[in-house]
T-cell receptor, first 112, second 113 residues
Framework: EAEVAQSPRYKITEKSQAVAFWCDPI?????LYWYRQILGQGPELLVQ????????DSQLPKDRFSAERLKGVDSTLKIQPAELGDSAMYLC??????????FGSGTRLTVV | AQSVAQPEDQVNVAEGNPLTVKCTYS??????LFWYVQYPNRGLQFLLK??????LVKGSYGFEAEFNKSQTSFHLKKPSALVSDSALYFC???????????FGTGTRLLVSP
């Protein structure tokens, strides 16, 4: 069964450092999503790509977060500088038709 | 905007008993509704979805959900709970704009032996 790959699985970083997460969606899925899930809460969308274009980044804190999907395939989410409140699970998902959404295993970020 | 509500933070049930995890939705138009399960430090695993058709949807691991348009509900059910069903369950609705998923706050299911 095809999977969405994410790395790293866990990341511990110090406050004010830069951190990056990587996601490789299912082959052929044009739509890619990055969600943030704070402990005990539901996932919230940070950014959505259609191929290489951003279609929704209204909830992305653009002063410190950036995301790219240069060739319309894999994607990188970056935080610089990291803050304590960024500690969360970062989930990547992809979709082909808008009727099926597959999530990766996530990256658990801890900022100390 | 589309939204879902999960009114229970936690549901407790004994193994072998039926379980229900509640979800209500608020949408304009026809809803696309989903249930996902999450185990500790893992991603979301798809259980089932309702797009159209039969109001009773059958999914993975013996779960099912009933779509009720008049009550705007999409409750998750299982006839006989297992201890291994203990996890965090999320209801979600597809937004009509860019088709992102909008999630509820989650319900923790605890199945006791």
């Amino acid at each position: 069964e095809a999977e969405v790959a994410q790395s790293p699985r866990y990341k511990i970083t110090e406050k004010s450092q830069a951190v990056a997460f990587w996601c490789d969606p299912i082959s052929g899925h044009a739509t890619l999503y990055w969600y943030r899930q704070i402990l005990g809460q539901g996932p919230e969308l940070l950014v959505q790509f259609q191929d290489e274009s951003v279609v929704d980044d209204s909830q992305l804190p653009k002063d410190r977060f950036s995301a790219e999907r240069l060739k319309g395939v894999d994607s990188t989410l970056k935080i610089q500088p990291a803050e304590l409140g960024d500690s969360a699970m970062y989930l990547c998902a992809s979709s082909f038709s808008g009727a099926d959404y597959t999530f990766g295993s996530g990256t658990r970020l801890t900022v100390v | 905007a589309q939204s879902v509500a999960q009114p229970e933070d936690q549901v407790n049930v004994a193994e072998g008993n039926p379980l229900t995890v509640k979800c209500t939705y608020s949408v304009s138009g026809n809803p696309y509704l989903f249930w996902y399960v999450q185990y500790p430090n893992r991603g979301l695993q798809f259980l089932l979805k309702y797009i159209t058709g039969d109001n009773l949807v059958k999914g993975s691991y013996g779960f099912e959900a009933e779509f009720n348009k008049s009550q705007t509900s999409f409750h998750l059910k299982k006839p006989s709970a297992l201890v291994s069903d203990s996890a965090l369950y999320f209801c979600a609705v597809r937004d009509t704009g860019f088709q992102k998923l909008v999630f509820g706050t989650g319900t923790r299911l605890l199945v006791s032996p």
